[in-house]
């Protein structure tokens, strides 16, 4: 009898979490590539500001001002389809969201412009806080 079956017949419990395990991470796989935006942590964010990406702070007027990412410019969810024509004539390499409403704003945006490359920072800023990268205070540079 090989150990493999030796192995399950004695621990089938191991067995059956092992099996829960390997589901769970094909649906969370699935989940990913479903969705058409990636999640970003602050040092992935810099990446793709470096390379020229677009962030959009998608917060209040008044978050907005008292902290936002370098370059990022501020355009409310409210006003992001009126806007998203003008952005995207400068053909970014990418966008960057931020905010309460981005992961649902991140979906819609790829269901209209699949041909786009979607990042969401998750947490909005508290984890780019958490590692000391800088904020700017102030107004919309445009």
């Known amino acids: 009898m ?3 079956s030796l192995f ?5 419990w191991l067995l059956a979490a092992l099996g829960i395990v390997l589901f769970l991470l094909a649906a969370d796989e699935i989940d990913r590539r479903r969705r058409g935006f990636q999640p970003l942590d602050p040092h992935e ?11 959009l702070d998608l917060r209040s007027r008044s978050a907005y001002e008292s902290g936002h990412i370098a370059h990022a410019l501020h355009i409310p969810s409210a006003e992001l389809d009126d806007r998203l024509p003008g952005l995207l004539k400068k053909s970014p390499p990418g ?4 905010g309460p409403d981005a992961t649902r704003i991140a979906r ?3 269901a209209r412009h ?3 490359t979607l990042g969401v920072l998750v947490h909005e800023l508290a984890e780019w806080k958490a590692e000391h990268l800088p904020l700017v205070r102030g107004k919309d540079p445009l």
């Not at 810099?46 to 020229?52: D, E, F, H, P």
Request: proline share 7%; no cysteine; hydrophobic share 50%.
């Open 108 to 110: 819609r945006l790829r």
């Open 95 to 98: 966008l960057v969201l931020y």
């Open 45 to 55: 964010t810099v990446r793709r500001i470096n390379a020229g990406a677009l962030v």
């Open 8 to 12: 399950a017949r004695a621990h089938p």
């Open 2 to 4: 090989s150990r493999l």
């Open 114 to 116: 699949p041909e786009l």
